[in-house]
């Protein structure tokens, strides 16, 4: 799901696919202000706070699920009520923590152009409005999965929306940088709902996908966080890439890469020896690209460090501290006057310590190619279920 599950943001940032960046546009605003809200107008916006790129992803994972866990294709009508109730989950979750997260997303440039991130005037919709069609939307999920599928898979979408909204926008999100890393845990959205919906229960298969999809959100988010390392300073949200220097970022990465290439041969004993040449096979270019993303950070970093080891985010103060958030969000330089840096030497910045992104694209390319990974190794898993042979 969002932002966290990995399936929480695209998310999502975030999802419950925490942390995805979702891409989504303002609806149009009319002349002078709100005015007289058209129904499109506001259909649009309301669609927009669902964050619907990353419901795509959601439903990459879902559908895959439901072939494995039938061995074929399930009844359509489960099919199609299963990924209409994870929609309705996921934008639940989404909007409401659009909701909550209005004034840290009126901050950052990133998400400064989302429904409830304008100002009053330009707002389309109000705070209450959104609030309402969060809450209405997770009801008609709960009713559709219940009546339709079955009672597990209506309480699994409900358990993650709850998770998402209490355990990662409220609780963690501003307070720790493990946010990520727990928001991976709504990400049993797509894999056990759609798990529960075709068998009635919940195997052992659809907690190793799950797994996969929860060690794949840090490296996923964490490189998006890394090139908007100063939206989140701003916002005071202590993501990783803003409390630790690159070099601990992308040894994280790194880290959660070999965890989730673990997870994913982990599920080749069920899915059958075709699955497992191609989860090999993505796995090896997934780790030389989050270690390629680890080099590149090595040779920026080095010789650039002070004596501590690593440069400090850009205006902290020497007890750690992100630059205040008012100078930041005014798009002013927190390091503006301070002495000339040594030659070679970069700023903590939008990408991994460089200043441009244009200049160290490594952070956003494992960010899109994290993205494919999951889309074509979730593609393994539905193409050998459908196939009659592969099985060891």
Known sequence: MTSASPLAGRGHGGGPLPGIQDGSRPADIPAGGVGRRSVRVVARSLFALTKPRIIELLLVTTIPTMLLAQRGLPPVRVL????????????????????????????????????LARPAPLAVIRPAEALVFGI??????????????????AVLADAAILFYVFIYTIALKRRTPSNIVMVGAAGWLPVLVGWS???????????????????????HF???AMKFRDDYAAAAVPMLPVVAPPQVVARKIVFYSYVMVAATL?????????????????????????HRLQRRVAAIGGGAAPAAGHNPPAGAT????????????????????????????????????????????????????????????????????????GSW
Do not use: K
């Open 266 to 290: 982990a599920l080749a004993p069920y899915a059958g020896w075709v699955y497992a040449v191609c989860a090999a096979g993505l796995g090896g270019w997934f780790l030389a690209e989050a």
């Open 136 to 153: 209405v939307l997770g009801a008609a999920a709960t009713v559709l999965l219940g009546l339709a599928v079955n009672w597990l898979s």
């Open 318 to 389: 020497a007890a750690g501290h992100s630059p205040p958030a008012a100078a930041t969000a005014a798009g002013q330089d927190p390091a503006a006057g301070a002495p000339a840096r040594a030659a070679g030497q970069v700023s903590e910045g939008a990408c991994a310590g460089v200043a441009r992104p244009s200049a160290n694209p490594a952070p956003m390319r494992l960010f899109h190619l994290s993205i494919a990974y999951l889309t074509l190794l979730f593609a393994a898993v539905a193409i050998t279920s459908l196939l009659p042979w």
């Open 197 to 219: 919906a075709v068998t009635g229960t919940v195997g052992l298969p659809a907690v190793v996908l799950f797994a996969i999809i929860f060690f794949w959100t840090p490296p």
């Open 222 to 224: 964490w490189a998006l």
């Open 80 to 115: 199609v009520v299963t990924l209409a109730g994870g929609a309705f989950a996921a934008g639940s979750a989404n909007t409401i923590n659009c909701y909550l997260d209005r004034d840290i997303d009126a901050v950052m440039r990133r998400t400064s152009r989302r429904p």
